[in-house]
C-alpha cells in the first residue's frame, strides 16, 4: 500500500485556524492522523468499525460538546469542533475516513509543570523539554506505524494522509520511523545537553518527574 502523507499544522492560539478543517474537505482523506492523547493500546478509534453511512454520530456531538467546555482556557479547540463537522460531511457522502489519535497517554501529554518550570530564557535548550517531546514522539512513532501496518482498505493503491501534528513533530516522527540506531537517537534529541548522557539521564528523570520517568523505562531507547 502506498501513501501520500500531507501535513497540515494548526496554531493553539486564541483565535481560530481553520487550516485543518478545511484540508478536510480540499483533499478528502482515507486517514487523519490527530495530535490527541492515546490512552489505548493500539491508536484505534471507535469510528473506525462502521461505514461512513453508519457512524455513531452521537459519539460525535458528544466530542464536541466536551470540546465546547474548554473553549475558555483552550480557544484553539474552536478549530478541532469546524475539522469534526467536516469530517462527518465527508462520512455523509460515504467517503469513508478513519481517525486515529496517535499522541502519548494523557498523563504524560498534560504533565507540563515540571517543563514550564524549566521552559526558560529557551525551552529548546532545556533537557527535560526534549524529554517530553522525545517521548511523546516514540508514541507517536509507535502509533503512526501500527496504523500504516494494519490498515487494510480494498479497491485502492494509494492513500491520503492527512497529518496533524505539528510539523516540528511530524518531521521527527519521521525521524523515528526510519528506525534509527540509538546512538542516532540520542545525538538528534539531547546530543546537545553536556549536563546528560545515557547513564545518568535515567536518574535525573527519576529524581525530577516520576510521570516522564514512568514512561522513559517503558518507551525510550536508553534505558540501563
Not at 469530517?87 to 507540563?112: C, F, G, S
Not at 514522539?137 to 500504516?148: D, Q, R, S, V
Request: charged fraction near 25%.
Amino acid at each position: 500500500m502506498k501513501y501520500k502523507f500531507i501535513q497540515v499544522n494548526c496554531i493553539e492560539g486564541d483565535n481560530i485556524d481553520l487550516r485543518q478543517a478545511e484540508s478536510i474537505l480540499k483533499y478528502k482523506p482515507d486517514i487523519v492522523l490527530l495530535e490527541y492523547p492515546n490512552n489505548n493500546k493500539t491508536p484505534n478509534t471507535i469510528y473506525n468499525s462502521y461505514k461512513p453511512n453508519n457512524k455513531p454520530l452521537h459519539l460525535i456531538k458528544e466530542q464536541q460538546k466536551r470540546l465546547q467546555r474548554h473553549i475558555k482556557t483552550m480557544p484553539w479547540v474552536k478549530s478541532d469542533i469546524v475539522m469534526w463537522e467536516n469530517i462527518e460531511k465527508l462520512w455523509k457522502m460515504n467517503h469513508q475516513v478513519l481517525v486515529y489519535r496517535t499522541d502519548a497517554p494523557n498523563k504524560l501529554t498534560n504533565e507540563w509543570f515540571e517543563v514550564w518550570n524549566h521552559m526558560y530564557p529557551c525551552a529548546k535548550r532545556n533537557w527535560l523539554w526534549w524529554v517530553q517531546i522525545y517521548l511523546r514522539e516514540k508514541y507517536m512513532a509507535k502509533n503512526t506505524k501500527w496504523i500504516l501496518d494494519n490498515i487494510k482498505v480494498k479497491d485502492k493503491k494509494e492513500l491520503t494522509v492527512l497529518v496533524f501534528l505539528q510539523s516540528f513533530h511530524w518531521r521527527h516522527v519521521k525521524f523515528l520511523l526510519k528506525d534509527p540506531s540509538t546512538e542516532k537517537i540520542w545525538n538528534y534529541y539531547f546530543g546537545k545537553f553536556p549536563q546528560v548522557n545515557k547513564n545518568n539521564i535515567s536518574e535525573k528523570i527519576k529524581n525530577l518527574n516520576m510521570v516522564f520517568y514512568k514512561h522513559w523505562v517503558k518507551i525510550s531507547d536508553f534505558v540501563i
